[in-house]
């Protein structure tokens, strides 16, 4: 029976901080072992959006911001002032704390008479006898919504009963107030580091949710609440966090966010959120990563292959079956190619001829009398010279194999001979070495060329694509944000060779330039970047920005 699908409810918490003289501290309260949701965790003040929450009074005691500016910064076309709010109005009634002004501009601070009549109308907000705004107009106080500033959004991940769309807040905590929880869903509270709570949560001594740990992680950084507000109002991307859960190599549940490598593929594979997908990549077991679409990884793992060299199978029992680099020629990997196969193979396709990508043709070809196709060789040591395709492929050709259309896109760069096959049903790309997950390619002259890789990369902002299969990874979501990444990152390490060059008076070679350019690289790294620098200075000898002679190079003024 599937599970009805649980909508996230729009939600608001808020992170309150103070300095000490062993770096900041922060807010948490403790909710009950009564309720559905984070029973018995420790917390950040905050809860569901409530429809006072977005009236046109209450939004008229608001301070420093409109619902446009709120809204804008949420990614939202309207409401976002309502977060603001929701997040004072939870914090005041979990906490008893008061983000607000009086009518003299001054923050609000609580003598004892002042304390005790607001809690009172606390109270009375608590068994919904008055309302939030009701409060605000009894003691004339405004909404303090300039001083919290949007920190992060996180969403609860699929699976679970209660969901919520979180924006979290930052704020200084205000002086003069004195803490209390609510007895009703907070029954306790503490000021604590960030580093302090996750080490009890290690200990078992507090319990915290997953975004918990990982907001007190990101908080531990901050030496001073200064520095916290600096960083939360300053404008940028706020990267959506959602977690997904996949299952660990010891075969329990683990959490992942964005960042983490298999999270992309666990969004597509596992949309419900049930677990079903791994965390991490094991060879010689088959991985349905789209309808009529396996990955094989072969048991290749290194520095230069990552978890391993993937090999596709496309199609079925019906349509044949195509295999996009079958890598190297083990025969452990052809075998679990053969078996996990769900029909004959009638079709080999390469994406380039590196030595882990397309020596294993030979005797899958020879087992399974497949065509072959990709392109030649080139003419050196680190490509397979026994690769001969039956048909070889050009750019932008359209290949009817397996029951899908697989379209040739040309890449060279990583290899003169590298191509992408772009299934234009599942809008998923074959990469091969042109993207891979994890590291940046290596570029390698003769055959490999920066300036070339790099146009290959901007090919494909003109393509349709959801997702991509490297060579080696998981699956990859965000195109466009790939390249670009990719892109970004290219040009910052020319911007290093540069600089290291322009330290350089006389000609230099590349293995006095590498441990400059590449400062920022383990020296054990050194030897393979040599390879990389050498195109990035091919590419600015091309430009005629450095001038090359005698195995020197020397930047032109």
């Given amino acids: 029976m599937t599970s009805p699908i649980v909508v996230p409810r729009p939600a608001a918490t808020v992170i309150l901080a103070r300095d000490t003289n062993d770096g900041i501290e922060v807010f948490m309260v403790q909710r009950t072992t009564e309720v559905v949701f984070a029973k018995g965790m420790h917390v950040f003040p905050g809860g569901g959006l409530d429809p006072t929450d977005h009236h046109d009074e209450i939004a008229s005691l608001c301070v420093g911001l409109t619902d446009a500016t709120a809204s804008n910064a949420l990614g939202i076309d309207k409401g976002g002032l309502a977060y603001w709010i929701a997040a004072i109005r939870e914090c005041f009634e979990e906490a008893g704390l008061l983000l607000g002004y009086r009518h003299d501009n001054e923050l609000v601070q609580l003598a004892e008479h002042e304390a005790l009549r607001l809690s009172d109308l606390r109270s009375a907000l608590a068994e919904n006898k008055i309302t939030f705004v009701d409060v605000l107009k009894a003691e004339q106080f405004r909404v303090a919504t300039d001083k919290i500033a949007y920190y992060s959004h996180w969403i609860t991940m699929p699976g679970r009963p209660k969901r919520y769309d979180t924006r979290f807040f930052v704020a200084q905590a205000p002086v003069g107030q004195v803490a209390k929880q609510d007895d ?41 609440v200064q520095d916290l507000l600096d960083y939360a109002r300053t404008p940028k991307p706020k990267q959506l966090m959602a977690p997904r859960t996949g299952t660990g190599r010891d075969g329990k549940p683990e959490i992942l966010i964005p960042g983490d490598y298999a999270y992309a593929e666990l969004g597509k594979i596992d949309a419900a959120g049930v677990g079903v997908g791994k965390t991490y990549i094991e060879p010689g077991v088959a991985v349905e990563i789209a309808p009529n679409v396996l990955r094989v990884t072969a048991s290749n793992p290194g520095m230069m292959t990552g978890p391993g060299t993937n090999s596709y199978l496309i199609g079925n029992h ?30 080999i396709l390469c994406t380039h001829t590196h030595l882990d990508h397309s020596p294993a043709t030979l005797e899958l070809k020879a087992r399974t009398g497949a065509t072959v196709y990709g392109m030649p060789p080139p003419p050196y040591p680190n490509q397979d010279q026994t690769f001969a395709p039956d048909v070889k492929v050009t750019h932008q050709q359209a290949l009817q194999v397996a029951g899908a259309t697989l379209r040739v896109i040309h890449t060279p760069g990583h290899a003169s001979n590298q191509v992408c096959y772009l299934h234009e049903t599942e809008r998923l790309m074959f990469t091969g070495d042109h993207i891979m997950q994890g590291s940046t390619v290596v570029i390698s002259p003769p055959d490999g060329n920066m300036a070339t890789y790099l146009a290959s990369l901007r090919l494909l902002f003109d393509e349709k694509i959801d997702f991509l299969a490297p060579g080696h990874g998981f699956l990859m979501d965000k195109p466009t944000e790939a390249v670009e990444r990719i892109l970004v990152h290219r040009q910052d390490r020319e911007n290093k060779v540069v600089a290291a060059l322009r330290t350089f008076k006389q000609p230099v070679s590349l293995e006095e330039l590498v441990p400059v350019a590449y400062k920022d690289t383990a020296e054990k790294l050194h030897k393979v970047a040599m390879r990389s620098l050498f195109a990035h200075l091919q590419k600015l000898v091309e430009e005629q920005r450095v001038v090359f002679a005698n195995e020197r190079w020397l930047l032109k003024h």
């Fill in 184 to 224: 009703y869903e907070t029954v306790g509270h503490r000021w604590i580091r960030p580093a302090d709570a996750i080490e009890k949560s290690r200990l078992g001594e507090i319990d915290l949710m997953f975004p918990t740990i990982k907001t007190l992680e990101s908080l531990a950084r901050f030496a001073t």
């Fill in 318 to 347: 019906d349509t044949g079956i195509a295999v996009i680099d079958p890598g190297p020629p083990l025969a452990e990997h052809i075998d679990a190619l053969l078996k996990a196969a769900r029909g004959s193979i009638k079709w």
